[in-house]
């Protein structure tokens, strides 16, 4: 790009087009080319607390922020400066600091169910060394995943996957030999009759179940009454593993996560996102006798050249430390539960049928004809045009919502009512104007 270029600000138009010529797709991660709505992706320059501006300086209040891993915000200053001095003091060492020492001690006290835990860098990193471990600690090749849950972009995980690819409309990947595909069994979520003919056909083969306790990667469902309790009771009879994705749900719908809240003992848990404090970290844990089967105690490979980086780590720390000294889930369970009820008055007063699916700070506003939303097949019901017409409405009233119908909205600690009173407001003027189209 020539200085003058560089020197005006440059346009999400502009900046895409370059984009294109030397990045796939234009970004980074496929979710955010805003396919699932159309349009040109906006490209943020910078954020700060519950906002964020874009490269011509227009400013939004971010509901998405970025994906999950904000719940305190954009550059919380207790988490930049943690980034700030462990900078001064060194990217990374590639050997063991106190900070992981003192991190894992906080994932454990935190999740009791994780005995022992290892640090990587994204979830992804997370839940394939979880599924490496179940088999080799059950002699087993298969296992249960549900459908339209996302459990990061493993060969094994991209059988009717959620996230991105349900965003894209296909549920599968490319280059995943069939060799592996055959290995994952898709189930439809919050389908117990499911799991127990899956453990009937396949009798001793099965090494988990992994399953997002609350989904958030087709949309947010909530799991039913009794499902969680279902897995867990099914594959402690199968000898398999219970294994939580919890890498959205993990400190974001409460300090002990989904299994906190729904009192269920998984065998290994899956962390990310809040964990990493808006840096990249990942986390797998639970029963120590399985755990310690990791290289190097055990005969499980799993290993990375930036895990438990001093920065990320640091980050991470400082956000758990925040949000165990301030309990901020009561007031972010009320702020969310107004903003969605207002959300589905406001939807419902321009005689459009929404449903609005919660838990915690994370939400979804489904474009449904007013019927609730508890599967995947529910899921693909919904009206996919009237969330981009409403995403794209509410990004010119400076709302940032998910770029996708098929993933969830956050509030952080750093929104006001102010700003859920403003976003009631401006939905109101899109659905009216919606109504009116
Ligand atoms: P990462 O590898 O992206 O850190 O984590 C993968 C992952 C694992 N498990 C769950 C439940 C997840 O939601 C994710 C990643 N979430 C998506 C959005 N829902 C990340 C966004 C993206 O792909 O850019």
Redesign the pocket.
């Known amino acids: 790009m020539s200085t003058e270029t560089e020197k005006r600000a440059l346009s999400s138009e502009l900046l895409f087009a370059e984009a294109q010529k030397v990045i796939p797709g234009g970004v980074n ?4 080319a805003f396919k699932g709505v159309g349009g040109t992706p906006v490209f943020i320059s910078r954020g700060e607390g519950a906002r964020v501006w874009d490269t011509e300086g227009k400013v939004y209040i971010d509901y998405l922020g970025s ?2 891993p904000l719940i305190l915000g954009h550059a919380h200053p207790a988490v930049v400066e943690a980034i700030t001095l462990a900078a001064s003091q060194g990217t990374t060492f590639g050997a063991a600091t106190e900070r992981e020492v003192r991190m894992a001690r906080k994932i454990t006290e935190a999740v009791p169910s994780m005995e022992k835990v290892r640090l990587v860098s ?6 394939m060394t979880a599924l490496r471990l179940a088999r080799a600690h059950t002699g087993r090749s298969r296992f249960v995943k549900f459908e339209g ?5 493993a060969d094994p995980f991209l059988v009717k996957a959620g ?2 690819l349900l965003t894209q409309g296909i549920s599968d990947s490319a280059g995943v030999p069939a060799s592996v595909a055959e290995l994952t069994i898709p189930l439809p979520y919050n389908d117990l009759d499911g799991v127990k003919e899956a453990f009937r056909k396949y009798p001793n083969e099965i090494a988990a179940v992994f399953v ?1 306790p609350v989904a ?2 087709m949309g947010v469902v909530p799991p039913n009454d009794g499902f969680l309790s279902g897995l867990r009771e099914i594959t402690k009879t199968h000898d398999a593993l219970l294994i939580f ?1 919890e ?2 749900t993990g400190f974001r719908v409460g300090y002990g996560g989904a299994q906190s809240l729904f009192n269920i003992v998984p065998d290994l848990t ?1 962390l ?2 809040i964990i990493g404090g808006g840096l ?1 970290v ?1 986390a797998v844990g639970g029963r120590a006798d399985i755990m310690n089967r990791l290289a190097p105690l055990g005969d499980v490979y799993q290993a990375g050249t930036l895990s438990g980086n001093p920065l990320a780590v640091a980050a991470g720390l400082r956000t758990l430390e925040v949000l165990q000294a301030e309990n901020p889930y009561p007031r972010l369970e009320k702020e969310a539960d107004f903003l969605c009820t207002q959300l589905t008055a406001a939807a419902r007063k321009s005689g459009i049928p929404v449903a609005c699916n919660r838990a915690a700070s994370m939400w979804t506003l489904f474009f449904t004809a007013g019927v609730a939303v508890r599967s995947y097949r529910d899921v693909q019901q919904a009206d996919r045009t009237g969330y981009s017409r409403f995403f794209h409405g509410m990004l010119k009233q400076g709302i940032y919502l998910a770029p996708s119908a098929f ?2 909205a956050f509030l952080s600690t750093a929104h006001t009512h102010a700003d859920t009173e403003l976003t009631i407001k401006a939905a109101t003027k899109v659905f009216e104007e919606l109504c009116a189209s």
């Open positions: 991660s496929p979710v955010r994906w999950g994204s979830g992804t990193e997370a839940t849950c996302y459990h990061g972009h996230s991105g997002e958030a990667n994705d890498v959205i899956c990310g996102k990249p990942g993933e969830a």
